[in-house]
């Protein structure tokens, strides 16, 4: 579910930074730079994990930021393929499920991955799995939990395409540029590929029940019930402290993550 990505990359201090001590000012930087953000080819990016290497600070002309080059490892969210893990219904569409696991809700299982006798219902918009003991609606508003199987995890590129006005439009008057609007119909840069096809998959039986974590994981607000098969990741002792500290980007995901992690894998 989560895993550790190595990097080396030259981190820029600005000069209301440079009064800190050297780690803590170079991690403030990277978690601001890549904290919540998709790495192609690697996943979700939670957090700082750990500080391996500083190098020598650089300042270039006309420029008063300090380039440190650094090496680090980032906590990294992707899970592997044949992991089990619960999530909850996020979205029911005539293309497919959308499960979510709290801080994540790009998991997608289409019709050909459901459970035997899954049917789209147009009247509801809803998925009905249709068996011998009843029928049972894939409701996001009932907030089910699916226990799913992971099948691929796919990455897409990014197309940002040009904010500047036409040239005529510009020589006339100043543009305002808005903000481009998300579309729902948009495909997520990653997404997991799931399936509730295989035996033990589907519905979880007393969803409402809590979980044995549920406690400390709700505390993080990340998700509960989750089944695993890697080995413990250790959290740093960089990482725990810039957890107790918080107040720099990405803190609120951090603690709605990496506490949840840290009960996950060590439950």
């Known amino acids: ?13 600005p000069a209301s930074e440079l009064g800190k001590p050297r780690p803590i000012a170079v991690a403030n930087q990277i978690e601001q730079k890549y904290c919540n953000r998709i790495l192609l080819e690697c996943g979700l990016c939670i957090s700082l994990h750990e500080l391996t290497e500083l190098g020598d600070g650089l300042i270039y002309q006309s420029d008063a930021s300090v380039h440190i080059r650094a090496r680090f490892t980032l906590l990294v969210f992707r899970p592997f393929i044949g992991e089990v893990l619960v999530g909850t219904i996020h979205k029911s569409t005539p293309s497919g499920l959308w499960l979510s696991v709290g801080f994540f809700n790009h998991i997608f299982i289409p019709p050909h991955f459901m459970l035997d006798g899954s049917e789209w219902d147009p009247d509801q918009r809803l998925w009905i799995w249709k068996s011998e003991h009843g029928d049972a609606a894939l409701d996001p508003d009932l907030g089910s939990q699916v226990r799913f199987r992971v099948t691929n995890s796919v990455f897409r590129p990014v197309e940002r395409p040009s904010q500047a006005p036409p040239a005529a439009a510009a020589t006339a008057m100043p543009a305002v540029v808005s903000e481009p609007e998300e579309d729902d119909d948009d495909e997520p840069v990653f997404q997991v590929m799931a399936s509730i096809k295989d035996d033990g998959l589907g519905l979880v039986a007393g969803g ?12 993080a607000g990340g998700p509960v019930g989750v089944t695993h098969t890697r080995s413990p990741i250790s959290l740093s002792p960089m990482l725990r402290l810039r957890l107790r500290l918080g107040g720099s980007a990405g803190a609120s995901l951090r603690a709605r993550v990496v506490v949840a992690a840290d009960a996950y894998y060590h439950c």
């Open 1 to 13: 579910m989560f895993t550790l990505v190595e990097m080396k990359d030259a981190i820029p201090i």
């Open 208 to 219: 409402s029940e809590p979980h044995p974590n549920a406690q400390a994981q709700a505390a």
